[in-house]
């Protein structure tokens, strides 16, 4: 039987949310998130004031990655995180690690829930539950709003960026260009090029933001659109190559066509074209609607 997200909520009187359990578990305020199609798969946070300690604690998970069995760490002024090793039993790792974790933490004095992480002061019962990067803890009322103003400012630089949109499009189309030439050469290979699709998608999108563009709903549509393109002429382009003995375009699209086993695969390569080329900007529309979430989004007042 599984040990599941209810389990670990229940043993340690945790919350439990959509894709995550969270609460005080070992003395410190814990967060696990799990999201079987995401990325990281699974993200246990720790959350602790580490302040002048942060060499010790990273040097502490570098040289228990293995013991933890984590793939992946990182440490912030407010805590860390852990990234678990791929595994079935998400839950009973994630207890597992934060077992070992705040019994480090608690051996080396790392303050535990009854501090707040942003000033490291005692909150004697007078904090207020509050999240950063959606996850809830408790700080004082007024390190909260200090730490809320200060990300709601450097969001509005980040904001006030310039959008290089004709250079974001350059990379696009150089993005979507690539794609294009991967359809050609697989076309050529295997008679079957709609894999260039996806990879013009992701590549244009890629370029779009290297180059300066911002993430918005526009650059999708623009390297979506820029890809399909490519990849569209690129199979025409393979067509007209296989009969291009025939005479001109028009007889080797006519004999393409004209039905049997050939027809068939380039309908089904045109179909997997659109669908690829679909699926790869669906992606990018989900990785723009993460970008476009701000640090003072993932910060909210709870309750207290
Ligand atoms: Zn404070």
Known sequence: MNFKKRDLARRYALTEGRHCVYGVMHGYYIHVRYTPVGNPRCLVTVVTD???KQKKLEKYLEASKQKLNIANFGVVKIGLMVCPKFTREVFARAEDIIGKIAAFLAKEGFAGADVCPY?????EGKGILATESDIPFAVHEACFARALAGARRKDAEKAALPDKKALGALGGV???LFGGA???????WWGFGALGAAVGALFSYYLYRKFGGKSTAFAVAFCGAASLLFSLAALAFGVYMDGRAAGGFAQALSSAFAGGKGTAVLCADLACTLLL?????AYNAASCRRERRTAADGMRRLEG
């Open 174 to 176: 150089l993005g979507a």
């Open 119 to 123: 000033c490291g002061q005692p909150l």
């Open 50 to 52: 580490v302040s002048e």
């Open 182 to 188: 991967v359809c050609v050469l697989t076309y050529a």
């Open 277 to 281: 080329a679909g699926g790869g900007t």
